[in-house]
């Protein structure tokens, strides 16, 4: 088993999380944190999948990324069958991954079959996926399936990921190591019973219940704090000079935070009260704000570090690219005012 810097050193400069992580990854079952436990997985409560997951941003950006959004689509486990779900969970190394884009269609077939094409994009950790999850829309006979209301079906489904292809097609900046590739399938036959709704649960935990926006503001939330702590390390062996306690208090008061949340989430739910729309309100707006606040001090520290910083084989480079990419991501997204 690798220690933390261990971890890191193998992590500088990587394109791919290296076979060796990955097979520690799976060895403690890091992908299945959200897995319920009847399947084989971790079944962790919320506070604590969130504190692995910052934990392991801090070792590296790319590789926190990774964990996180694997570890979510694992999180399907909960949508699928029972049957089906024990049967696909209890290899240790099945990671699913995949697009939350309407990147296809999955025609109907008269066996009650569905035949799926298309292209999606941003599937993180591609080469090491098992399976791939995607959106489609419903047709029979090339025409769009409706619902009671006259719109669309759209439908979530499972597929190996032999059944798919991978593209390469990754070029920012930072999360290089992420894996994250667009994927095509064409006229691949899935059966019904690899499908699922992302709000229907056969599980019954209280976890399943933890309205989608908050899971995806405090994951995304606890990478960026993650990678912002790495960051600060790293300023500090650059300028050992820079005071950078009242960052670091800032990140370690926001974790602190995000925990209190988690538990009253839970705490809800274990309760079985529903949570409010004001109460995912206020969890987007700090996460929002946080974010925010911790890009601008980011920069501030940034330029303070010297021409060393932007060496493109520094650590603090990396996380600095890493931080800047991955906040590119639209969930905390504010409209620009002057």
């Known amino acids: 088993m690798f220690t933390p810097k261990e971890i890191r050193e193998k992590m500088h ?26 399947y084989g997985g971790l079944g962790l409560r919320l506070n604590e999948g969130l504190q692995l997951l910052f934990d392991w941003s801090k070792i590296d950006g790319s590789l926190g990324w990774m964990l996180t959004l694997c570890s979510g689509a694992n999180f399907f486990s909960r949508n699928l069958k029972p049957n089906i779900a024990k049967e696909l ?8 991954g995949g697009s939350g884009m309407i990147g296809g269609t999955a025609e109907k077939q008269n066996d009650g079959t569905f035949l799926i094409n298309g292209l999606w994009h941003f599937a993180t950790g591609a080469p090491h996926l098992s399976h791939f999850t995607l959106n489609a829309k419903l047709t029979e006979n090339g025409n769009p399936l409706l619902d009671e209301s006259g719109l669309e079906i759209i439908r979530s489904f499972v597929i190996s990921k032999n059944q798919a292809e991978i593209i390469p097609n990754w070029k920012s900046m930072g999360m290089k190591a992420t894996g994250t590739y667009s994927f095509k399938v064409d006229n691949v036959k899935v059966s019904e019973d690899y ?37 600060s390390e790293e300023a500090s062996e ?26 009253e989430i839970e705490c809800l739910l274990n309760e079985s009260q529903c949570i409010n729309q004001e109460k995912q309100s206020e969890i987007h707006d700090y996460s929002s704000g946080l974010v925010e606040s911790l890009s601008h001090q980011i920069l501030q520290i940034y330029i303070q570090l010297g021409i060393k910083a932007s060496h493109t084989d520094s650590t603090v480079y990396q996380v600095f690219c890493d931080y800047f990419t991955a906040t590119q991501h639209s969930n905390f997204k504010r409209e620009f005012k002057n």
């Open 195 to 231: 499908s699922f709704i992302y709000d229907e649960f056969f599980t019954g935990d209280a976890i399943d219940k933890i309205p989608f926006r908050i899971f995806a503001d405090l994951t995304l939330l606890v990478n960026y704090l993650g990678m912002a702590s790495h960051f």
């Open 89 to 96: 969970f209890s290899n240790p190394k099945t990671c699913f």
């Open 238 to 263: 650059i300028r050992n000079h820079l005071d950078l306690n009242f960052f670091d208090k800032k990140i370690e008061d926001a974790m602190v935070k995000v925990i209190e949340f988690a538990n």
């Open 13 to 38: 400069g990587a394109s791919e999380v290296p076979q060796s992580i990955i097979d520690q990854i799976h060895y403690e079952r890091l992908l299945q944190i959200w897995v319920p436990k009847r």
